[in-house]
């Protein structure tokens, strides 16, 4: 067991150590403000604070964990071991020249995310607002790095110490935004489709593939959900779950109703091969209420509470996104990441228990980040298959180096090899190949 001395706690200096002392590296720990008591104990202990104490382990603090407001910060990036570093110390007695814990509870809690800032079209953080992406950090997993550094330095002074090997580990996760491309759209929505289809360079082929597909004469093109399941039957250790839309109809939210039948029968078809859970309307963002009532939909036709979401669009607004659904019992959110880069929100794959700062408090809600989208290559990026195919794989390779978790984005439609996105099925198939290879690779300390 590692006993921390610190100087008095504060509910951010308590979330942190949890964080990374029970969920990174599932060691055991007590904590301490009683000097006697730290200097009597004779096994492997740590000090954190302005002063060392005897001659233990130190790493010397600053001023973030022991506050309680929120105000902006001084954030200096620079590099230590190769590894970006946050928040410098200068004390010839500390382990590191930067508060490591600091560190990680700036990029946790999503400190910068509730400072001022510039929203985009869709109300969200963009990436390029964010220090990471401003410092060149976003794809190094740099909460994990931070994690291991600190244990390997503790086992170097305490060999004694018990830390829990770190195994790598992958889930993937659909998004249907709309399970069906042409079929069960209703009267009305099939009716603009044609119109649309009429203006379209090749009228007359649209037009053809719609009724076809409408009067079961083919496949409908986003109707992938058969082909995922049959891929990950071949990958048993990946985890797979779904989250479809249960909106209403509006301008953002095209879901196909979740009165439909077929779709229900889906839905249902698919609860026996993966986990499921909520893609929160669009809407819900500025109408929270919202998410009672879909996720209530997604419940009823599941006979199972609903336990995930994923907002649609990735809108995210911190805390009250996250409040919104502790409020509707919704205890483990997907949304973390952004659409326009891959890489690493809060610093890590892992997940982890969600700070709220405005109430400075750790809450029951547990974050699971994703890595990488497939829409942010096709999309925002516009690149090819190759150099998608290479990024997933630097991905896959970040998180192996610090036994993180591997969490992928897709979409049905984005593996119908139709409308432009002939070649992603290659892509989704030689990434779980390479992934899965790498699975439970472990990282000893």
């Known amino acids: 067991m590692l006993l921390v001395h610190i100087p008095r706690m504060t509910n951010r200096l308590g979330y942190t150590l949890n964080v990374l002392f029970r969920h990174i590296l599932k060691t055991e720990f007590e904590i301490t403000a009683d000097a006697d008591v730290f200097d009597r104990f004779e096994g492997p202990k740590l000090c954190y604070g302005r002063q060392k104490v005897g001659n233990a382990f130190f790493v010397r603090s600053c001023d973030l964990l022991f506050q309680t407001t929120i105000e902006d910060q001084s954030t200096k990036c620079f590099k230590y071991e ?84 770190r195994l790598f580990d992958v889930e993937d996760t659909v998004d249907i935004d709309a399970a069906y491309c042409y079929k069960h759209k209703g009267m009305l929505r099939t009716l603009t489709g044609i119109g649309r289809d009429l203006v379209s360079n090749d009228s007359r082929g649209e037009i053809r593939k719609r009724l076809r597909v409408i009067f079961g004469k083919e496949q409908d093109p986003f109707d992938s959900f058969d082909y995922i399941i049959d891929v990950h039957s071949h990958f048993q250790g990946i985890k797979l779950k779904f989250f479809p839309l249960m909106a209403d109809y509006n301008v953002f939210d095209k879901p196909i109703s979740y009165q439909n039948n077929e779709f229900r029968q889906l839905l249902q078809h698919l609860s026996d091969y993966a986990k499921m859970g909520l893609h929160a309307s669009y809407a819900s963002f500025d109408d929270p209420k919202l998410i009672d009532i879909e996720s209530e939909r997604l419940a009823r036709l599941l006979h199972r509470q609903t336990k995930r979401n994923r907002y649609h669009f990735l809108r995210l607004a911190l805390p009250k996104s996250y409040d919104a659904l502790i409020e509707n019992g919704i205890l483990h959110d997907y949304t973390m990441g952004y659409a326009e880069e891959p890489g690493f929100r809060a610093g890590t794959g892992s997940p982890y228990p969600f ?39 630097q991905l896959v390779d970040e998180l192996k180096a610090v036994g993180g978790r591997l969490s992928m984005l897709w979409h049905n439609q984005s593996l119908c090899e139709d409308f432009g996105w002939q070649g992603w099925r290659g892509v989704f198939e030689r990434v779980l190949t390479y992934a899965d290879a790498a699975r439970k690779y472990r990282v000893d300390f």
């Open 82 to 165: 190769n590894v970006p570093a946050l928040y410098p110390v200068y004390n010839a007695e500390s382990e590191f020249p930067f508060d490591i814990f600091a560190s990680v509870f700036f990029c946790l809690s999503r400190y910068e995310e509730y400072l001022p800032h510039i929203t985009d079209v869709h109300g969200r953080f963009p990436a390029a607002e964010s220090l990471a992406y401003k410092e060149n950090f976003l794809t190094t997993a740099v909460v994990d790095r931070w994690a291991l550094m600190l244990a390997a330095r503790l086992k170097l002074r305490y060999p004694e110490l018990v830390i829990s090997p």
């Open 355 to 393: 700070f709220d700062l405005e109430s400075d408090c750790e809450t029951a809600l547990t974050i699971h980040p994703f890595a990488a989208m497939d829409s942010t290559f096709y999309y925002y990026k516009k690149c090819g298959l190759e150099t998608a195919e290479t990024a997933y794989k």
